[in-house]
Nanobody, 124 residues
């Protein structure tokens, strides 16, 4: 499975961006599509995840109420709508998927496939 993330960019604080992640290459069997981010000098951290079949969503406390996940199963594409962006949201954002069914949606090392990352920069 290959994951292609897009949609990053430069935005002022309070603004919005929508990230997309499209899976291709083989049957998408992942339980979740996860989103993580990594700021300079920091570890990669969980942002949000969506259960691919049922659509349940999970968010880190830091983005709860500001970020919203959705997915288009037919297009094998997930979306991360980011509103009210803050300076501390600046990071490279990655989408991720499991190879098989996996209940761990918020752990970096549980994911098998990663997108290339897309830069999100929030300015004051």
């Amino acid at each position: 499975v290959q994951l292609q993330a897009s949609g990053g960019g430069l935005v002022q604080a309070g603004g919005s961006l929508r990230l997309s992640c499209t899976a291709s290459g083989s049957t998408f069997r992942s339980s979740y599509m996860g989103w993580f981010r990594q700021a300079p000098g920091r570890e990669r951290e969980f942002v949000a995840a969506i259960a691919w079949s049922g659509g349940s969503t999970y968010y880190a406390d830091s983005v709860m109420g500001r970020f919203t996940l959705s997915r288009d199963i037919a297009k094998t594409t997930g979306y991360l709508q980011m509103n009210d962006l803050k300076l501390e949201d600046t990071a490279v954002y990655y989408c991720a998927a499991h190879r098989w069914a996996n209940s761990w949606y918020d752990r970096v090392h549980e994911y098998d496939y990663w997108g290339q990352g897309t830069q999100v920069t929030v300015s004051s």
